[in-house]
């Protein structure tokens, strides 16, 4: 007698489908502000290089308070703390009540996440090590996927494509963000002060207490929220993490009665406001770099541009297909039914937009040295192109193949966006 499978994301619950639905509607609204702010960026950056860059280096804030920051600072220091608050927000419902909570159903698209990161790490760290001139620090840069950017595409290419697919990029893409976490906190942090972070994580562990209590205000919570970012500020390491902890110290279980959980009720009033202006201005503040024959040719030339190209476009296909095959092949877990290896393929081309937290992570790899976080810079948006294209190639295919699916079983086919009864 054969052993029992799982199937992938086969089916899923009403509940998590809404909620998926949801969170796809708003993260692919929040996509196309990205790039109207990436593209706005690129534009002023060389039309009127001088304007742009005396915008972004232009310093306010509390001195006293040491929050006399750049408003390049403050886009990356600030206004991501509020996508990583949601990211906490994603990852705390997803591991107590979302696909994270059962190990035989996160399995796949954790193994396709770990090596989604760490083979695109492993090319450029090849490259760098291999040519002369290399840079070592960059190698965390090509191991971020940038989830509203992807679903942004994925939108405008794959209306009829099932929602398995999209479950699969959304929780692969928190996984990703929840490592990407880990590797700013560990890796990008020189100093540090450990009373400030003592005080940032016992402000967190008194909203968790809060929490507990069952007080529900999110007016209550704020100033919490501002002195534990405040203090995280303060003790070295990246702001952002303050974020992520108060994501997960927020109460994701349902209580009797209860509609929605805090946790899902903050992500609802918080998703707007990350998705609508922090990533759109912080793409605008940050992705304004010199496009030039020069500038691309050393994209292509150098190896820490070329190490970044090859790990977004190359290795995210690599990493992630081959964890998803092996995710397959040693564990009791299959794909979602009516899925085939060209969808994952696809996905995986598409998990190469790196952007948002790839930039992050350049900014803070070559801090101190503007050339080199320039053509960095120049190296995630030159890739995160080439995966939308290749992505968008591949699941156009399979897009028209869904589609045709559908006609011939007169739109019976479960689990595509178009079957939303909410859809007009």
């Not at 593209?39 to 310093?59: D, G, K, M």
């Not at 990533?279 to 030339?301: N, W």
Request: net charge neutral; with cysteine.
């Amino acid at each position: 007698m054969s052993e029992p499978t799982s199937e992938t994301f086969h089916r899923l619950p009403e509940r998590e489908r809404r909620t998926l639905l949801d969170i796809f509607r708003a993260e692919t609204t929040g996509g196309f502000l990205l790039l109207a702010g990436a593209a706005i960026a690129l534009v002023w950056a060389n039309v009127a290089p001088e304007s742009y860059s005396s915008v972004v280096s232009f310093t306010f804030g509390p001195a006293q308070l040491n929050l006399d920051l750049s408003v390049a600072t403050w886009a990356k220091d600030g206004l991501l703390a509020i996508f990583f608050l949601v990211v906490g927000l994603e990852l705390k419902r997803e591991f107590v009540c979302g696909e994270l909570r059962k190990p035989a159903e996160a399995i796949v698209p954790m193994v396709a996440a770990v090596l989604g990161m760490a083979v695109p790490a492993l090319v450029y760290v090849l490259v760098n090590d291999l040519a002369q001139g290399g840079d070592l620090r960059g190698w965390a840069i090509p191991a971020a996927t940038d989830i509203a950017f992807a679903l942004a595409v994925l939108a405008v290419i794959g209306s009829a494509l099932p929602t398995a697919l999209r479950a699969f990029l959304l929780t692969l893409a928190v996984v990703d963000d929840l490592l990407a976490i880990l590797i700013i906190a560990v890796v990008f942090t020189d100093s540090l002060d450990f009373v400030a972070l003592l005080v940032s994580f016992a402000i967190v562990g008194l909203y968790w207490f809060l929490q507990r209590r069952r007080i529900g205000s999110l007016w209550v919570y704020l100033p919490l929220w501002l002195l534990a970012w405040g203090f995280m500020h303060e003790s070295g390491v990246h702001a952002t993490i303050a974020g992520v902890a108060i994501g997960l110290a927020t109460r994701a279980n349902l209580d009797p009665g209860e509609r929605e959980s805090p946790a899902e009720r903050f992500e609802h009033q918080i998703r707007p406001v990350s998705a609508g202006v922090a990533v759109p201005l912080f793409a605008l503040f940050a992705a304004g770099v010199t496009i030039s024959a020069d500038r691309l040719a050393q994209v292509f030339s150098e190896p820490v541009g070329l190490g970044i190209v090859l790990g977004l476009v190359l290795g995210k296909i690599i990493g992630i297909t081959l964890g998803t095959y092996l995710a397959v092949r040693y564990t009791r877990a299959t794909l979602a039914q009516g899925l085939a290896w060209s969808d994952v393929v696809g996905v995986s081309a598409l998990a190469g937009i790196g952007f948002t937290v790839s930039l992050l992570i350049a900014s803070l790899a070559f801090e101190g040295d503007p050339a080199v976080e320039e053509m960095a810079k120049t190296a995630v948006l030159v890739a995160s192109v080439i995966a939308a294209v290749v992505a968008s190639a591949l699941l156009s295919r399979r897009n028209a193949k869904y589609k045709r699916l559908r006609r011939d079983n007169a739109g019976q086919i479960p689990g595509t966006v178009l079957d939303d009864p909410r859809r007009p």
